[in-house]
């Protein structure tokens, strides 16, 4: 029976799908991952319109109320219904994260073929530039991570966008490293010579010929980084440099419970807590399984 292009498209694109569903039933681990990664784009969509409660305005009666069919976790000091605000909080949480991950991972990737390519064998001004490159991306990671992230914000001030900015700015070196890596064994493969005999220019090759082909490791990085910008938006919001009160955000939301966990109002905190806790899992389970689908010697 013959075929057409669009059917071997087809058959291919679901012979891959059905690698991937064996791999991830193989893997409890990563299966967990992918339903908490589901639950909280889910609730990042939905969730300001699921809770029953408003997220921003206190509600009338007494504060600090603890679990109760009304409230499922209970009320914080300004009265306002903790269920409802953890549920919406991956609006921004997530959004934060994604936005300051896409941006790190542009920059990084573009970044790390220029220095990855040109580096070491360059000659002329690439040359300069990858290791100008790579002088600055020592510098940005030779400060402690949260202490860099809360001086850039405290320079702008307190804000989603500036808490983006500066989350995309101290990633872009991790990104940059992996790639690399990935592009230093990957120049040195017979398909980039030939191309240069076939008389690509350097440029062409490195990001027409070795790019597409460097992208495995940050690809596989995206989640476990989506996770760790989630944690350090929470963090910053606990010191109050990072998404301002009363917007929902699960590090403002321990900061403002933790002082009444210790009079006994334990639920003020440890519900944001859990969710953020299990979100940034969720994230890392699905990174390390997605770094173990991507690598071929690890499938099996």
Not at 25 to 53: C, D, E, K, N, W
């Amino acid at each position: 029976m013959a075929t057409t292009p669009g059917s071997v498209i087809t058959i291919a694109e679901v012979g891959a799908f059905d690698e991937f569903v064996r791999f991830a039933r193989r893997r409890p681990s990563f299966m967990v991952g992918m339903t908490i990664v589901a639950i909280s784009l889910f609730l990042a969509l939905f969730g300001p319109y699921i809770g029953t409660y408003p997220t921003e305005t206190a509600l009338p009666g007494d504060t600090l109320q603890p679990p109760s069919w009304n409230h499922p976790f209970g009320t914080d000091v300004s009265n306002m219904d903790i269920f409802s605000r953890v549920i919406a909080a991956p609006r921004i949480d997530l959004t934060i994260a994604l936005v300051s991950t896409a941006i790190a991972f542009i920059g990084g990737v573009l970044l790390g073929v220029i220095s990855g390519y040109f580096g070491g064998g360059g000659k002329g001004i690439a040359r300069y530039v990858s290791e100008g490159i790579m002088r600055g991306s020592d510098i940005i990671q030779a400060f402690p991570v949260f202490i860099f992230a809360l001086a850039l914000v405290g320079f702008r001030g307190p804000g989603a966008e500036n808490v983006i900015a500066a989350l995309a700015f101290l990633n872009i070196p991790y990104f940059l490293r992996i790639t690399r890596s990935a592009v230093l064994q990957i120049r040195e493969r017979p398909f980039v010579e030939a191309a240069r005999c076939a008389g690509n220019s350097e440029w062409r090759i490195a990001f027409v010929h070795v790019l597409p082909n460097a992208l495995t490791p940050p690809l596989a990085n995206i989640s476990p980084t989506i996770g760790f910008s989630i944690l350090l938006t929470s963090g910053l919001s606990f010191v109050g440099a990072g998404v301002p009160v009363p917007t929902p955000e699960w590090g403002s939301m321990i900061a403002i419970g933790a002082p009444n966990m210790m009079t006994g109002q334990w639920w003020t905190a440890l519900f944001p807590g859990i969710a953020l806790g299990v979100t940034i899992l969720g994230y890392g389970l699905m990174g390390a399984g997605l770094n173990d689908f991507l690598d071929p010697t690890k499938k099996r």
